[in-house]
T-cell receptor, first 112, second 113 residues
Framework: GQQLNQSPQSMFIQEGEDVSMNCTSS?????WLWYKQDPGEGPVLLIA???AGELTSNGRLTAQFGITRKDSFLNISASIPSDVGIYFC????????????WGAGTKLIIKP | AAGVIQSPRHLIKEKRETATLKCYPI?????VYWYQQGPGQDPQFLIS???????DKGSIPDRFSAQQFSDYHSELNMSSLELGDSALYFC????????????FGSGTRLTVV
């Protein structure tokens, strides 16, 4: 079953709006990664987080590693049409042999 | 910069046929991961290799096998294909300690008819 709960499942927003999505788990993670996937393409890494409480930005994107190590959020400010796609969180537990556990994805749709 | 190269990009096979997918990691990446992604699904981990040895195994069917070669490229062999095997198959590579996450290839879209 899904070990990471990612929400929301989809978002319809206006261009220029801010976006927020998050992932939670009952397990502790050592690494949180946020990926974006365009249709028919492989996921592309947006932000990687390695320490509890860490807040990292990449342009208009900001992500945080939760203090409890069980959650992470991703914010996108002033959304633009090319932000459309599916955003996945992925986490790695200690002693996992570097295997990633994935959220179900958040589909971002921008209303014209 | 060089990325992860997967071939072929698209593949159509009939039921019960075999298929071989290839993955060429980023230079100096010694770890390769294979994922399967069904329509509307998140990627499901199949198997990984480090230094040519299998390092972890996920939900890979017994009909599938994989290996990593001396040049670090990897091949996923799929036999007795079923309709349900139709999916996007991604390969990702990283150094042994993936400090900056994994880099994914563009995937192989397998369609079984």
């Amino acid at each position: 079953g899904q070990q990471l709960n990612q929400s929301p499942q989809s978002m319809f927003i206006q261009e220029g709006e801010d976006v927020s999505m998050n992932c939670t788990s009952s397990s502790i993670f050592n690494t949180w990664l946020w990926y974006k996937q365009d249709p028919g393409e492989g996921p592309v890494l947006l932000i990687a987080l390695y320490k509890a409480g860490e807040l990292t930005s990449n342009g208009r994107l900001t992500a945080q590693f939760g203090i409890t190590r069980k959650d992470s959020f991703l914010n996108i400010s002033a959304s633009i049409p090319s932000d459309v796609g599916i955003y996945f969180c992925a986490g790695r537990k200690r002693d996992s042999n570097y295997q990633l556990i994935w959220g179900a994805g958040t589909k971002l749709i921008i209303k014209p | 910069a060089a990325g992860v190269i997967q071939s072929p990009r698209h593949l159509i096979k009939e039921k019960r046929e075999t298929a071989t997918l290839k993955c060429y990691p980023i230079p100096r990446h010694d770890t390769v991961y294979w994922y399967q992604q069904g329509p509307g699904q998140d990627p499901q981990f199949l198997i990984s290799f480090y230094e040519k040895m299998q390092s972890d195994k996920g939900s890979i069917p017994d009909r599938f096998s994989a290996q990593q070669f001396s040049d670090y490229h990897s091949e996923l062999n799929m036999s007795s294909l079923e309709l349900g095997d139709s999916a996007l198959y991604f390969c990702a590579s990283s150094p042994r300690t993936p400090t900056y996450g994994y880099t994914f290839g563009s995937g192989t879209r397998l369609t079984v008819v």
